[in-house]
């Protein structure tokens, strides 16, 4: 296969291939696929047997029944292990005899869509450290009969290619639904890419769709314009003038020539787009109002992805307002873009965070500037499930949003001299940095924000934080971003730590912290910010030792709206504490305070002192990280209790490490709920139970139950000759089992 016309429009590559068909199935003319077994085998229904005149890998059929032994998801798309679908697995691609290492999976050959378009809709699943991604690609054929050219090797197939979605990284095997609007004015293809990753080659890992299905017209609630305004409709009342269809600017000075899919591809003959007419009788600050129909309200956010053409002098401005359908007048402004686009007539991708807890509309709100110099085009609106990054990056007035592809859209990265090593970085793939998340209509280099582990000039436990200062947190929101967290030293299991924190003029507060987590690609994550007014939100990374490897922050988003901590792993509750740097809210005490200031619990550091040999449990690390009791020949007791902020009526699974600093049977270790009125002991280890070793951390763990008017807690410790260390000290209420440990502990001391 050869290519046989290239072009590059704002580094997108979009090209035709020349292929041979080899071996090629007979044509239908439907390709809607549930991939349900007919006897003992799934169909195919009617896709391409194989894709040898692509020159990449083939797809397979398979079901859940096989996977463990070919490969593929477990179930299919409706939770059946005997249901079929369509996948292909990383050892295909790389092993395939064709030239390009990935698969396709490809519709058999349709007639043009109309001016309405179709609607694609399908299920998908992706695991592995083997696959990088997937794409849906639009094959628009160029051959004059493509049906005889895919029967007869000796005609060359010629196609344009235009990507309709892409995928990165891994579901996790859970299956996700997609949904894309598309048209085509020849005869098309639709073919899901699958694609290797290289740097994972011993990895296994798959692709799998299921359920695929085309409908005449747009997907619901989108538009291309290439028939009319679809369900969206012009404001009657509350605007000044209407939004017009077009297919190209008739001034030289504003408007497109084409509409998006022509600058996406300049060879596709071009279809519709929305626009205002900013001539006379328009005047300076008139608007038209596009309003969408009645959407309802969202479970979880969804992304609102439109091309926007603002080229002219006299540019207005374009606005995206959300309102709710029971509250009109709650008009809540969520995108916004003023002035002329940089540079010519540019079609630029946009996109917002859409998150509703009611029904509303959504309203395309576009202003003029200047008469007969303002016009503002708007094609291919379409939706897509889960939170994205404004773009661009300053299309709106609240904080946070950011893909960090062009700069940091207000995050703060600390100075480091020259001199001393940056820890904290925005950086692009290389040959050391693995690619980041965002997945961009334009063939750029991706950026992110690193904390760089192996900067050896910085200590065990050593934090630097990515700010965001004085952001308004009116009401609650949600801060979701992707992680990224590995070491290339495969056996070291203590990394490092991140957190996400609050700061503000009453203190600090951890909201989310994920400790020495090892991925090989992003991983989704969020946190409910409290509203709190004005304040700053940071990233906080906590280095372990020095090691090669990395913690990621990519396409930060913020909305309005509480939402679950993800992943589950990552929740702080009011006492959880690792001790890296200080107590966390605990706060330690004894006997007799002021004979005896110094026989509390401390906190173990670099400066102040730590216990022999013992490293921290949190990143195994010297130099302290802990809390301890040490005392040699006096009779102590202190108690070292917790904030007390816990929860009431909650039931709670308490673990935490201890180590045993010398064998004294006289020595105990207790954990206490302090009650109103009463104390309850609820565990307790003593001093000759505990086989004292250099270096040695025990598990404890134990249920704390549910108290109406709640309770505090607090560990007390008892020593004569020896002393106790405590580390890693987490509540959660999400376990369904909390096993008493050690074995060797007394529930009821």
């Given at each position: ?607 102040a002192g730590s216990v022999g040999s013992l490293i921290d449990h949190t990143f195994g690390a010297d130099g302290g990280g802990y809390v301890y009791l040490d005392v040699f020949n006096t009779d102590v007791v202190s108690w070292l209790r917790s904030p007390n902020n816990l ?103």
């Amino acid at each position: 296969m050869c290519d046989i016309n290239t072009k590059f429009k704002r580094k997108i590559m979009f090209f035709v291939l020349v292929a041979f068909a080899f071996g090629a199935t007979p044509v239908y003319t439907q390709a809607d696929c549930s991939f349900n077994a007919t006897g003992s085998l799934a169909s195919e229904c009617s896709l391409l047997e194989d894709s040898d005149a692509f020159a990449v890998a083939s797809w397979k059929v398979g079901t859940g029944t096989e996977s463990y032994w070919v490969g593929g998801p477990p179930v299919d798309n409706g939770n059946d292990p005997a249901g079929g679908y369509g996948f292909t697995t990383a050892h295909a691609m790389l092993n395939t005899a064709q030239p390009h290492k990935k698969a396709w999976l490809v519709t058999q050959p349709s007639t043009q869509t109309g001016p309405q378009g179709k609607c694609l809709e399908f299920a998908y699943a992706t695991y592995g450290l083997g696959i990088e991604e997937l794409q849906v690609i639009l094959l628009t054929y160029l051959t004059e009969d493509v049906n005889d050219a895919l029967q007869n090797a000796s005609i060359p197939v010629t196609f344009r290619r235009t990507n309709l979605m892409k995928h990165k990284g891994s579901t996790q095997g859970q299956w996700e639904q997609a949904r894309v609007t598309f048209s085509a004015k020849g005869d098309f293809s639709v073919a899901f890419e699958a694609v290797p990753n290289p740097r994972y080659a011993r990895y296994t890992g798959y692709v799998a769709v299921d359920d695929i299905t085309f409908k005449d017209g747009p997907c619901q609630n989108e538009c291309i314009f290439d028939l009319n305004f679809c369900e969206l409709t012009n404001e009657p009342n509350n605007d000044d003038f209407d939004w017009s269809l077009g297919r190209g600017s008739g001034k030289t000075n504003t408007g497109p020539t084409r509409d998006q899919s022509f600058y996406i591809t300049n060879s596709v003959t071009s279809g519709g787009y929305a626009f205002i007419d900013s001539r006379y009788p328009r005047t300076g600050g008139e608007i038209a109002q596009l309003v969408s129909p009645a959407l309802d309200a969202t479970d979880s956010p969804m992304c609102l992805k439109f091309w926007v053409n603002m080229y002219g002098t006299g540019i207005g401005a374009l606005r995206v307002l959300h309102v709710p359908t029971a509250s009109a007048d709650n008009i809540r402004e969520l995108w916004r873009q003023e002035g002329s686009s940089l540079g010519p007539d540019y079609w630029y991708p946009c996109q917002v965070t859409v998150s509703s807890a009611e029904s509303f509309n959504l309203i395309f709100e576009a202003s003029v500037g200047s008469q007969g110099a303002g016009d503002i085009a708007l094609d291919t609106i379409t939706y897509s499930p889960g939170a994205c990054p404004r773009q661009p990056s300053l299309s709106s007035r609240s904080w946070g949003d950011c893909n960090f592809m062009e700069n940091t859209c207000g995050w703060q990265i600390p100075y480091f001299p020259d001199e001393v090593c940056s820890m904290l970085a925005r950086v692009s793939e290389s040959v050391e940095n693995p690619p980041g998340h965002t997945e961009s209509d334009f063939d750029s280099r991706d950026s992110y924000i690193q904390f760089d582990l192996n900067c050896y000039q910085q200590q065990p436990r050593h934090s630097v934080s990515l700010t965001f200062e004085n952001a308004n947190i009116a009401s609650e929101m949600c801060l979701s971003f992707w992680v990224f967290m590995y070491a290339r030293v495969q056996s070291v299991s203590k990394i490092g730590a991140l957190s996400v924190v609050l700061i503000t003029a009453s203190g600090n507060e951890t909201l989310w912290r994920l400790e020495n987590e090892q991925h090989a690609n992003w991983m989704y994550a969020q946190v409910t910010i409290p509203a709190v007014g004005i304040g700053t939100v940071a990233f906080q990374g906590t280095k372990a030792s020095s090691l090669i490897g990395m913690i990621g922050i990519d396409d930060i988003t913020v909305f309005n709206s509480a939402c679950a901590v993800l992943p589950e792993q990552a929740r702080v509750e009011a006492a959880d504490c690792s001790f890296d740097q200080d107590l966390c809210g605990w706060t330690a005490q004894n006997e007799n305070p002021a004979s005896r200031p110094s026989e509390i619990w401390r906190l173990a550091t670099r400066d102040a002192g730590s216990v022999g040999s013992l490293i921290d449990h949190t990143f195994g690390a010297d130099g302290g990280g802990y809390v301890y009791l040490d005392v040699f020949n006096t009779d102590v007791v202190s108690w070292l209790r917790s904030p007390n902020n816990l929860e009431r009526n909650a039931t709670y699974c308490l673990s935490f490490y201890f180590a045993a600093l010398f064998p004294d049977a006289r020595d105990e270790l207790t954990v206490v709920k302090d009650l109103v009125g009463t104390q309850e002991r609820v565990w307790q280890v003593r001093g000759d139970s505990v086989m004292f070793e250099d270096n040695e951390w025990y598990k404890g763990q134990v249920e704390l139950e549910a108290v109406e008017d709640g309770f505090t807690l607090y560990f007390e410790g008892r020593v004569s000759r020896g002393g106790w260390a405590l580390d890693d000290v987490k509540l959660s209420k999400t376990r369904t089992s909390c096993k008493m440990a050690p074995d060797f502990a007394d529930q009821t001391p």
